[in-house]
Each structure stands twice: as C-alpha cells, then as structure tokens.
C-alpha cells in the first residue's frame, strides 16, 4: 500500500518512507523521511552522527482532484565525527532542489498548463497554489525560444499587442507549410527589421522563395531588402477587405444622410406641437434601421447569401417579410447599391477562380482593371489604381503549391489571419501586457509542439534581463 503511494506522487527516492497521512478540508499532507540507517562520511568515511531534524513544507502539485498535496518532509542533519574532517551535510532529495517550497515537478506541469494560451498565470497560480509571479518567472526561467530556420514560404503580418510604444504593433512571422511561428519581433520599424535580418546569413535568407503579406509597402519590399531569390504575394484577402472598408464607408455616407433628414424632421415636428428638443430622442426611421441591420445583404458575398422564401413578422417595420423583400428594400435606398454589388462580385467571381495558368489571371484581372477605371462610382477607380499598383502581387497570389500533407493549396495568408486571433485573446484574457519577451514566449510556446525545455534553468539575472 505505502509503494502504491509512493509511486503515485511520483517521488524518485527509493529510501523514503511515509510516516502519517492526514486531511484537513482540500488540503492532504503526506509525511515523509529517509529511512533511517547508517551514514559514512564521503570524504574520510568516518561514522555520521545525527545533529537532528528540521522540517520542510513543500507543495507537490500530483493532484488534480482539487486537493492540495502538501510534502511535510523530515530532513536530517548529519556531521562527521572524525575531529579532523567534522564535515557537516543534510538529507537530500531528488525531488525537491535546496530552498524550493514546491517539488521538481511543479515547473514542467506548469509549462505543460501553459500550452494552452486561454490560461493566463492567475488560473494556474491558483491550480497550483503558489503566486502568479512564481508563475511567470518559472515560465521564463525554463524556456529559451529562439527563431526557427527562414522557410521556403514565409507569411509576415502585424498584431496589436500595445505593451508600450516601442512593442505596439509585433511582427510575426509564420511558415505558410507547417503553421509554426519562425519568430515574433517587437515592432516593425525599418530599424528593428534592418537589425534581425540582416543578422541572419544570405544563404538562408535566399532560401525564402514567396513572401505572402498584406498591401503594406515595406513588407512587399523585404523581397528586395531581405530576401533577394523572393517574389511578394498579397493575400487576396486583404485586397478584398479594402472594397468591402469602401463599400461600408459608402452605407454610413446614405445613412448619414438619411439621420440628418430625419433630425429635420423631428425638430420640424418638435417645434410645430411646442416640445423640448433632444436629438438623443430622434426616432430611427425605416431607412436607417435598414442600414444599420441589413448592409449584410451587400458586404457579403451574394453565393453565401441565405435567402429565405418564408416571411417573418418585423415589429420595426410592421410588416411579415422574407429575405428577398429586404433586399429589394435595401437596394431601393440608393441607385448605386445595385451597381455596387455588381462590380463587388466581379472581384470575388476573379478572386475565386480555379485558374493556374499566371499569363491567364493576368489578362482576366487586367479586363477588371479597365473596367472598374471606366466606373461612375470614384470607390472603384480607386480601386483599379490599387489593382494596378499591385498587379504582379496580387497575380502571384494564385500560385498552388502542394503541402507537406500533399495537398494543393493556394498561397495566402489565410493561416496567418486565422492565428492573429490567438495574441488578440491572449491579450484580452491577460488584461493588458507588460512585457514583451513574456508574451513572445508565450505566444510561440502555445504554437510549437516540439519546443524544448532548458535541462538548467537560467538565473534570476538572466529571467528578468527583458524587464525594464
């Protein structure tokens, strides 16, 4: 029974025995010593006498039933009794270091918890009784993560972490094939970036053959800044939210329009029945509440539209209406809406094809070209001139290669996109961060799955050389 226990903390020490298990509400406590025996010096090999004991509480977190597993451990004290060598020692043990009050196997169940980036330290600091700084530093003090090799396909883009001016907007950087994080920069200034790749050597940054990012210049420009054997893809995501940002600013633009007719409105009839005028208490009338909730029906692409014959009562409108009546409603608001949706779905009709052949894109997004330049709407001759500038970038973008698991893809940054949600949560459930090489560590920990730990820890100096 006692060897079951033992096994089941997990104790490395053949020679310990229990003496007593007690329970007090969640709280169990194991007590534990070395059995006794004879002791010889190691240096003369002289009998040891005992000077004594002294207890040690220590907090071995084995259990994950919601009980606290406290380790009262008896520690002896022994000293030579040969009067030239009086060497003086205490028990030791291999499951707990010298002035620890937790057990060597509370750093790597720690780390392991912190795989998950919804936990924040707080959560594991109370799962396994110790402080969130014990928490954060443990982290630090195991893990030394470094930039992986430069990939054949790199994905670059920015996330908001706003720790402080100089780590407002970090880079990540990301390997399109298999999703890891190759490394998290603190910003994206000209500086930083100047200093990190150009300190990796040209043979692996020419390895880099596609460079996928948004429309942000200077990250198309790391082709010939950084990564001289490269060509820039823009993700067609991004060039699709650029119309989509237009279009919605055009929706506000009518709605604004509406509000100030019906503001007119109101004081009209305010002043007409001799009443106080607050604007708060304008009525929002058919026109904007159909701006407001059903814009939908224009942004969205029109395949992914879920038209419903069966009418439903509206209480706003007083009416029982279907899908297609709120269209033909909306679209009546404006006499470009429907030119609108028309040219958008040109875009996502090109973005969507199967082409491969890149002479064949080239000649079927220069027909949208001419065509969104010779538009009466000024949001899509604007958008021809960013077609145009960014031709070749966005041409690439319908490049296949086949992935590690053998399937054909498209290079975009899609992963990327998909990931920047995960340091947007961590932040939040961090409630703000303060430190940068906690949250790079953190982030790439979470993403990894074959990160390695440090065999020694590093130092306090070492842990805390980041913090200023």
């Known amino acids: 029974m006692i060897n079951d226990i033992m096994n089941f903390l997990n104790i490395e020490d053949k020679d310990m025995i229990i003496t007593k298990i007690l329970?007090?509400?969640?709280?169990?406590?194991?007590?534990?010593?070395?059995?006794?025996?004879?002791?010889?010096?190691?240096?003369?090999?002289?009998?040891?006498y005992s000077k004594g004991k002294y207890i040690r509480k220590i907090n071995h977190p084995i259990l994950q039933d919601?009980?606290?597993?406290?380790?009262?451990?008896?520690?002896?004290?022994?000293?030579?009794?040969?009067?030239q060598c009086n060497l003086y020692f205490n028990d030791q043990f291999n499951f707990i270091s010298k002035?620890?009050?937790?057990?060597?196997?509370?750093p790597y169940m720690i780390l392991n918890e912190m795989k998950?980036?919804?936990?924040?330290?707080?959560?594991?600091?109370?799962?396994?009784?110790?402080?969130?700084?014990?928490?954060?530093y443990i982290f630090l003090q195991f893990l030394d993560i470094r930039r992986l090799p430069l990939p054949e396909i790199l994905s670059v883009d920015e996330v908001f972490l706003d720790i402080d001016y100089r780590h407002r907007y970090a880079l990540i950087l990301m390997d399109f094939n298999t999703l890891d994080i190759v490394d998290i920069l603190p910003n994206r200034w000209e500086e930083t970036t100047n200093a990190y790749f150009l300190s990796i050597p040209l043979d692996e940054r020419k390895k880099v053959k596609f460079l996928i990012c948004d429309?942000?210049?200077?990250?198309?420009?790391?082709?010939?800044?950084?990564?001289?054997?490269?060509?820039?893809?823009?993700?067609?995501?991004?060039?699709?939210?650029?119309?989509?940002?237009?279009?919605?600013?055009?929706?506000?633009?009518?709605?604004k329009r509406f509000q100030i007719r019906d503001r007119k409105l109101y004081e009209e009839f305010c002043k007409k029945n001799n009443r106080p005028i607050d604007f708060k208490n304008t009525p929002v009338s058919k026109e904007v509440y159909l701006l407001n909730n059903f814009r939908w029906l224009l942004l969205q692409n029109v395949e992914n539209i879920d038209y419903q014959d069966r009418p439903r009562y509206n209480h706003k409108l007083k009416a029982y209406l279907n899908t297609y009546d709120y269209e033909k409603m909306f679209f009546q608001l404006d006499d470009n809406l429907m030119n609108i949706r028309r040219l958008k779905e040109k875009y996502i009709e090109f973005n969507k094809t199967?082409?491969?052949?890149?002479?064949?894109?080239?000649?079927?997004?220069?027909?949208?070209?001419?065509?969104?330049?010779?538009?009466?709407?000024?949001?899509?001759?604007?958008?021809?001139?960013?077609?145009?500038?960014?031709?070749?970038?966005?041409?690439?973008?319908?490049?296949?290669?086949?992935?590690?698991?053998?399937?054909?893809?498209?290079?975009?940054?899609?992963p990327m996109e998909g990931y920047n949600r995960t340091p947007k949560d961590f932040k939040r459930n961090s409630r703000g961060l303060d430190n940068f090489e906690y949250a790079r560590s953190?982030?790439?920990?979470?993403?990894?799955?074959?990160?390695?730990?440090?065999?020694?820890?590093?130092?306090?100096?070492?842990?805390?050389?980041?913090?200023?």
């Open 23 to 48: 329970t007090d509400g969640n709280i169990k406590e194991v007590h534990l010593e070395k059995s006794l025996k004879a002791e010889y010096c190691p240096a003369c090999s002289s009998r040891m």
């Open 66 to 83: 919601g009980y606290q597993l406290i380790l009262i451990v008896t520690q002896r004290k022994w000293r030579c009794t040969n009067p």
């Open 99 to 106: 002035y620890k009050q937790s057990s060597n196997i509370t």
């Open 116 to 136: 998950n980036i919804h936990v924040t330290t707080a959560d594991v600091a109370r799962k396994y009784n110790i402080s969130d700084t014990s928490v954060h």
């Open 215 to 255: 429309m942000y210049n200077p990250y198309i420009n790391y082709t010939k800044r950084y990564f001289p054997n490269s060509i820039a893809i823009i993700d067609s995501f991004h060039v699709v939210s650029w119309i989509l940002t237009k279009i919605n600013s055009y929706i506000n633009d009518i709605k």
């Open 354 to 414: 199967k082409e491969k052949d890149l002479n064949k894109v080239a000649v079927l997004l220069n027909d949208l070209i001419f065509l969104y330049s010779h538009s009466s709407l000024i949001m899509f001759r604007e958008f021809s001139e960013l077609l145009k500038k960014h031709k070749q970038e966005i041409i690439n973008s319908f490049i296949y290669i086949i992935d590690n698991y053998g399937n054909e893809r498209r290079l975009s940054n899609g």
């Open 442 to 468: 953190r982030l790439i920990w979470a993403n990894r799955k074959n990160e390695s730990i440090l065999s020694t820890p590093k130092s306090k100096k070492e842990v805390y050389k980041f913090k200023k």
